[in-house]
């Protein structure tokens, strides 16, 4: 389904701390999906992806869970920093399917997350 | 490697007016994709481009328009504008529109 923007839910965390990021997609068709961050002012930026055929892959203080059986993502940031801050969308596609598929993400609603120092 | 480039950043317009918004991707990057930001309704899909022809298109009224050139420069055109039309538009660009997209900065829109 298309992602509704009202009532961001929002995670507070302390510098240092590690945290998770949850998301449910929607289409259980989809086989790509991506982690974005926006900043205010800002254009969202690529963190990781996964791809169906995996169920984690790592990246530099982030990793990204996927679990097709209830259709959820999460993304997991290691030590929190202040620079964090920004809301964490979720993305998810079916990749190379064509048609209906071509470029076009399918957004969640996004989580506000704040590091505190 | 620059990365994708939006113009204008901010524009005021008036009800009934259109507007024109430009997109350069990544170099070497074919695919753009366009997507509106809103409060409201947070990211949704406008309409990719693949050299030159629309491949796929959301759930968007005829007012919203687009296209591509052939350096894969894409506008977009928003026609007799409505309040609702105030939004960020983003677009992203990828190699070939299965993969990772990379969003510009955006356009910030308001309508009065």
């Known amino acids: 389904g298309e992602s509704v923007g009202l009532h961001l839910p929002t995670l507070s965390v302390q510098e240092g701390d590690n945290s998770i990021i949850n998301c449910a997609y929607s289409?259980?068709?989809?086989?790509?999906f991506i982690w974005y961050k926006q900043e205010s002012g800002k254009g969202p930026q690529f963190i990781i992806d996964?791809?169906?055929?995996?169920d984690k892959r790592q990246g530099q203080r982030v990793t990204v869970l996927l679990n097709k059986t209830v259709k959820h993502l999460s993304l997991q940031i290691a030590a929190t920093q202040p620079g964090d801050s920004a809301v964490y969308f979720c993305?998810?596609?079916?990749?190379?399917?064509?048609?209906?598929?071509?470029?076009?993400?399918?957004f969640g609603q996004g989580t506000i997350l704040t590091v505190h120092p | 490697k620059a990365g994708v480039t939006q113009t204008p950043r901010y524009l005021i317009k008036t009800r009934g007016q259109q507007v024109t918004l430009s997109c350069s991707p990544i170099s070497g990057h074919r695919s753009v994709s366009w997507y509106q930001q809103t409060p409201g309704q947070g990211l949704q899909f406008l309409f990719e481009?693949?050299?030159?022809?629309?491949?796929n298109k959301g759930n968007f009224p005829g007012r919203f328009s687009g296209r591509q050139f052939s350096n894969s420069r894409s506008e977009m055109n928003v026609s007799t504008l409505e309040l609702g039309d105030s939004a960020l538009y983003l677009c992203?660009?990828?190699?070939?529109?299965?993969?990772?997209?990379?969003f510009g900065p955006g356009t910030r829109l308001l309508v009065l």
């Open positions: 993305a998810e596609t079916k990749a190379n399917a064509g048609g209906t598929s071509y470029g076009k993400l399918t």
């Open positions: 992203a660009s990828s190699l070939k529109g299965a993969e990772t997209q990379y």
């Open positions: 289409n259980s068709a989809s086989d790509y």
């Open positions: 481009y693949f050299s030159e022809t629309q491949r």
């Open positions: 996964i791809r169906s055929n995996m």
